[in-house]
């Protein structure tokens, strides 16, 4: 991948957790599998699944058919640090930009996080002060905040990322109407960062901005 080096990032934080969950599937199957054939197979239906991901992206086919070659953990780690240049960060987001997208919330700033900006597909953190969860998502190529109530931590499902994991409900006071507002939302991780690990397609993420956003 050297080669191209010049190349403006392409790989969002979702399809990199794809192709990370792919690989380590791959690694996964050489442990325990012996058979040549069916290896083979499930390397070549890795391989297609990640080049699906990038259609208009044919000439990097090369690059990553470097996956039909992993067979460890150290080749997985190798293939998956070389893709670390072609990684989309998520957008700097500064405490002004939260005061515009959150003109409500007096005193609102972004809290510390020890974050990877190309790790995430989304900020979400928990105001102790306002008893709130706020979360900025790039959608449709513009910053946008949603806010909500969360509450009453289970185990469950989250609409964001589909994982498994403590979850809490949050709702968002939607406008339906001239007048009149509604409640909506969902289940969601009460850890934004182990969701963010979790997340392999935007389409549930999507789903979720369509529900409560005004």
Partial sequence: MNSHMNIK?????????????????????FSTIKD???????AYSSLDKVINLFPE?????????KILEIK???????????LGPYRIPFRTVSDKTI????????????????????EVSYLGWYDMRSERKYLVFDYNGKLLGINGTFRNT?????SLCNGHEEVGLFMANVKSGKETYTNRGNYICNDSQK??????????????????KS
């Fill in 154 to 158: 289970t185990k469950g499902i989250c």
């Fill in 57 to 65: 992206y044919d000439h990097y086919r090369e690059s990553f058919e």
């Fill in 99 to 118: 005061e515009k997208l959150f003109p409500k919330a007096k005193k609102l700033k972004l809290p510390p996080m020890e974050l990877d900006l190309k």
């Fill in 195 to 212: 969701c963010n690990e979790n997340i392999k397609t935007l389409d549930k993420l999507y789903q979720f901005i369509e529900i409560v």
């Fill in 72 to 82: 460890s953990d150290i080749q997985a780690t190798h293939f998956l640090d070389e």
């Fill in 36 to 42: 040549q054939d069916v290896l083979k197979a499930i």
């Fill in 9 to 29: 990032p392409f790989i969002r934080s979702d399809q990199y957790n794809f192709i990370k969950f792919q690989v380590k599937h791959l690694v996964q199957s």
